[in-house]
């Protein structure tokens, strides 16, 4: 049986000969105090008050970290990047932001669809280097730096038998995902990651550090929970509420393509709706071969009880089923894609060419709606482009928190449908984002008119309302009390009136 995850998808899409140009920071960097005297006299100045390196444009350290995962802005160079390794660090880089008007971009792990954590003459402020994981098991939570890696988070805290939930890449950064939503295959059970956060360290645009929680600037809190990334300011350190989990059952399903409607069909009726304990993805995508229709998930219980909690989506068609109880860590890997593989290889990043959208649905698709689906990916087929429409089952534990108790809005949908595209050359880009362009467009009537901001996307109109609905004019406020002269800004960011 062919089972192809998302990582799995993006490797085969063709970024793995790209992975060693994103090598995770190490040894063979040169400190910023050894940089070349040649280098620009603000990034010089700058790096006199870092502890952490400070990399100019022709430096080894600055091709190994400036770029992105999404090579469309590839092209994209920063003026400098700044990896701090101390909150003095970070309020450094941001006194020196004011001194000689450089904008700041935070990047954590680097996933920004619409490329938001790089830019042309800001100093990347790259937050790698605060990635440390340190559980505190008398108060049942975890301190996490915004630059850890998703699996680096989950290997840490599963080796203590705890976990928090997230998403199923294994190298998003805890940062961008966090503060944008986070939803991952225990979101059902445990909430968004956003949902599970107790405290936020955050240096503002006045340089200020300021920790943030339900006690001490709640509104701040309240911003950073789905308001996204790059808004407010950069983020020092989350504090998360942990869970018990050792082990889980994970599962996978694939169906022949011709029973793909059907199986939409299925699964839409009955992943939202699904005990709590078990999330699912539905996965349809097209690669190099024929297209493909897979459903992977897990499940906190046996695998006997998981047979026949599948059984309204496995009766369907003629299904191939593998399910297995692991240790938690083993599952998570296995969801990523990487098992077998030791923690670096896993953590090693994937770039590649993309584009995304996503819409959320109310209601289950009707035939219309299910069909636009299919003949996408089929078409996606014939134009060999590698193009995947990925549902994301909602309900459960996330839609158990009002749209206003947190920033993220999204509380009342059923499952999200994301848009995903990537190609090779610059020249198929056109007839890709067309395709890409169409099945949006179809699918709009059928969806809530709301989408997901963590799915970042740079074309999307009305993306106030539908990346956060009626708690827009709340975060329009906190940003003006926050910053009120826009410091922190991109494209789609919260403005401050
Ligand atoms: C391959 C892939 C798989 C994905 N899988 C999932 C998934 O399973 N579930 C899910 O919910 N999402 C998923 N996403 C979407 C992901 O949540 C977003 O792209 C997220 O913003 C990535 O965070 P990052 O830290 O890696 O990205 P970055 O590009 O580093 O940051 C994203 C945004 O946050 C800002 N930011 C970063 N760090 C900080 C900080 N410390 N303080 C303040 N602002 C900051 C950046 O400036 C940027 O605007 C996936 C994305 C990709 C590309």
Same mark, same amino acid.
């Given at each position: 049986m062919e089972e192809l995850d998302r990582r799995q998808f993006l490797r085969r899409a063709g970024g793995a000969a790209l992975a060693a140009s994103l090598a995770p920071t190490g040894f063979e960097l040169v400190r910023a105090s050894n940089a070349s005297k040649r280098s620009d006299p603000r990034l010089r100045a700058l790096a006199r008050e870092l502890r952490g390196p400070v990399y100019a444009p022709g430096s080894?350290?600055? *091709?190994?970290?400036?770029? %992105?995962?999404?090579?469309?802005?590839? +092209? !994209?160079?920063?003026?400098? =990047?700044?990896? #701090? *390794?101390?909150?003095?660090? =970070?309020?450094? @880089?941001?006194?020196? +932001?004011?001194?000689?008007?450089?904008?700041?971009? #935070?990047?954590?792990?680097?996933?920004?669809?619409?490329?938001? /954590? &790089?830019g042309r003459g800001a100093l990347q402020v790259d937050m790698r280097r605060m990635a440390a994981v340190r559980l505190d098991g008398a108060s049942g939570t975890a301190a996490v730096g915004p630059g850890a890696q998703l699996?680096? !988070?989950?290997?840490?805290?599963?080796?203590?038998? =705890? &976990? %928090? #939930?997230?998403? /199923? @890449?294994?190298t998003v950064g805890i940062g961008g995902l966090a503060l944008g939503g986070g939803y991952g295959l225990a979101s059902r059970r445990f909430g968004l990651t956003t949902d599970n956060v107790r405290r936020v360290g %955050? !240096?503002?645009?006045?340089?200020?550090?300021? &920790?943030? /929680?339900?006690g001490k600037h709640p509104d701040l809190f309240w911003a950073c929970r789905g308001g996204g990334g790059g808004n407010f300011g950069i983020v020092t350190g989350f504090r998360f509420r942990v869970h018990s989990v050792h082990d889980a059952t994970r599962f996978s399903i694939s169906w022949p393509w011709d029973e793909a409607e059907a199986v939409v069909h299925a699964w839409q009726k009955w992943a939202p709706h699904a005990p709590? *304990?078990?999330d699912s993805i539905l996965n349809l995508h097209t690669d190099t071969g024929s297209p493909h229709v897979h459903c992977v998930g897990q499940y906190f219980g046996s695998t006997r009880r998981l047979q026949s909690l599948l059984h309204p989506v496995t009766r369907v068609g003629t299904p191939s089923v593998s399910m297995r109880t692991q240790p938690y860590g083993d599952v998570q890997k296995w969801l990523a894609g990487c098992s077998g593989e030791t923690p670096s290889q896993c953590l090693a990043y994937s770039p590649e060419r993309f584009a995304a959208k996503s819409h959320y649905f109310r209601r289950p698709l009707s035939s219309s709606g299910r069909t636009a689906i299919v003949h996408a990916i089929s078409r996606a087929q014939?134009?060999?482009? /590698?193009g995947a429409v990925i549902l994301?089952?909602?309900g459960g534990a996330i839609n158990r928190v009002h749209p206003h108790d947190t920033a993220f809005v999204h509380r009342k949908e059923l499952f999200s449908a994301q848009l995903y595209v990537s190609w090779g050359s610059h020249h198929a880009e056109h007839s890709t984002l067309k395709w890409l362009r169409d099945l949006h467009a179809r699918l709009a009537p059928h969806a809530s008119g709301f989408a997901y901001q963590n799915y970042i996307?740079? *074309?999307?109109?009305?993306?106030?309302?539908?990346?956060? +609905?009626?708690?827009?004019?709340?975060? !329009?406020? =906190?940003?003006?009390?926050?910053? #009120?002269?826009d410091f922190f800004h991109f494209r789609q960011s919260i403005p401050p009136g």
């Open positions: 080894r350290g600055y *091709e190994r970290t400036h770029r %992105i995962v999404n090579l469309r802005y590839a +092209g !994209v160079d920063p003026l400098g =990047v700044a990896q #701090p *390794e101390t909150v003095a660090d =970070v309020k450094a @880089c941001v006194r020196w +932001g004011h001194r000689y008007g450089v904008r700041l971009v #935070p990047r954590s792990g680097g996933h920004s669809y619409a490329g938001y /954590s &790089t699996m680096k !988070v989950y290997l840490d805290l599963a080796a203590h038998g =705890v &976990t %928090i #939930p997230a998403g /199923s @890449c294994p %955050i !240096v503002l645009a006045d340089g200020r550090h300021v &920790t943030a /929680s339900r709590d *304990e078990l014939d134009l060999h482009r /590698s994301d089952a909602y996307d740079p *074309e999307l109109a009305s993306w106030q309302h539908a990346y956060y +609905g009626s708690n827009w004019t709340r975060l !329009v406020d =906190v940003k003006r009390r926050y910053d #009120p002269d």
